[in-house]
């Protein structure tokens, strides 16, 4: 697969049609389409909450994909709303932006001086189980259902220091994370090691992706370093299920 710009972005729109059960032609449409959620054949394994509500945007389309039984009254509350009033809906929390690879910008870079590099591969990354400290890089389940595929990771005196990990989240696209022993950040271990994992990835036919949550600066600058661009914005979490992280701390009493 000859990954240039237009595959990547053909890709994705792909994938997310089964996860968001629209069709990819709806991701360059102008406007809100909604759509009702199904799990699809070949959607990233993503947990569901119950009922299912995720809102994702792309170019200038938004699409809603939600549950039969709550989609009629989320379509009645946002089929009237600017992109901007509909992510900041009251039954909505959390935001993730997703970057893809700018093909004229990631590249192979040199590791920093003074670590030693290490690769693993499938089950070989069920060694490194034992660390903790970088579950944004690694799954820890053996049996997840993203499974790890590659880990790169920096030793540092006999002590790993750095982890860029990336998940089989379907057969076409594999997502990276990163992780940082704090007291070694700012030594460009994180763009390093992003960047050379996505090149080992793209090598393989497979598009690679990161993810950051809307409010981790640090994070997304991370990405752009790597040579990745914004492309995708979704919510990950409703309230529907009484998960709301400030459901208590909201009942005010003014007495």
Same mark, same amino acid.
């Given at each position: 697969m000859n990954l240039n710009k237009t595959k990547i972005l053909e890709t994705v729109r792909q994938q997310l049609a089964i996860d968001m059960n629209c069709t990819p032609e709806d991701f360059l449409t102008e406007g809100t389409i909604f759509c009702e959620a199904r799990q699809n054949e070949g959607r990233r394994l993503f947990e569901r909450q119950t009922p299912f509500l995720e809102?994702?945007?792309?170019?200038?389309?938004?699409?809603?994909s939600a549950d039969k039984n709550i989609l009629p009254k989320v379509k009645l509350l946002l089929e009237h709303r600017t992109r901007e009033d509909i992510f900041a809906a009251p039954f909505l929390y959390g935001h993730s932006l997703y970057f893809i690879p700018?093909?004229?910008?990631?590249?192979?870079?040199?590791?920093?001086?003074?670590?030693?590099?290490?690769?693993?591969? /499938? *089950?070989?990354?069920?060694?490194?189980?034992?660390?903790?400290? %970088?579950?944004?890089?690694?799954?820890?389940?053996i049996d997840d259902p993203r499974p790890d595929a590659i880990a790169?990771?920096?030793?540092?005196?006999?002590?790993?220091?750095?982890?860029?990990?990336?998940?089989?989240?379907?057969?076409?696209?594999?997502?990276?994370?990163?992780?940082?022993?704090p007291q070694y950040r700012n030594k460009g271990l994180a763009t390093t090691l992003v960047s050379n994992l996505a090149m080992i990835i793209i090598d393989k036919g497979i598009v690679p992706y990161y993810g950051a949550a809307s409010?981790?600066?640090?994070?997304?600058?991370?990405?752009?370093?790597?040579?990745?661009i914004p492309t995708w914005m979704c919510t990950y979490k409703n309230i529907?299920? /009484? *998960?709301?992280?400030?459901?208590?701390?909201?009942?005010?009493? %003014?007495?």
């Open positions: 809102i994702c945007t792309m170019d200038k389309s938004i699409i809603v700018d093909t004229n910008r990631v590249q192979t870079l040199p590791y920093p001086d003074g670590f030693t590099i290490h690769i693993k591969e /499938g *089950t070989e990354i069920h060694e490194l189980y034992k660390t903790p400290g %970088f579950e944004n890089a690694i799954q820890y389940e790169i990771y920096a030793m540092h005196d006999d002590k790993i220091v750095a982890m860029a990990g990336a998940s089989i989240d379907s057969i076409h696209m594999w997502q990276i994370g990163i992780d940082v022993i409010s981790n600066i640090a994070s997304q600058a991370v990405a752009y370093k790597s040579g990745f529907f299920d /009484g *998960t709301s992280p400030y459901d208590s701390s909201l009942k005010f009493n %003014f007495d």
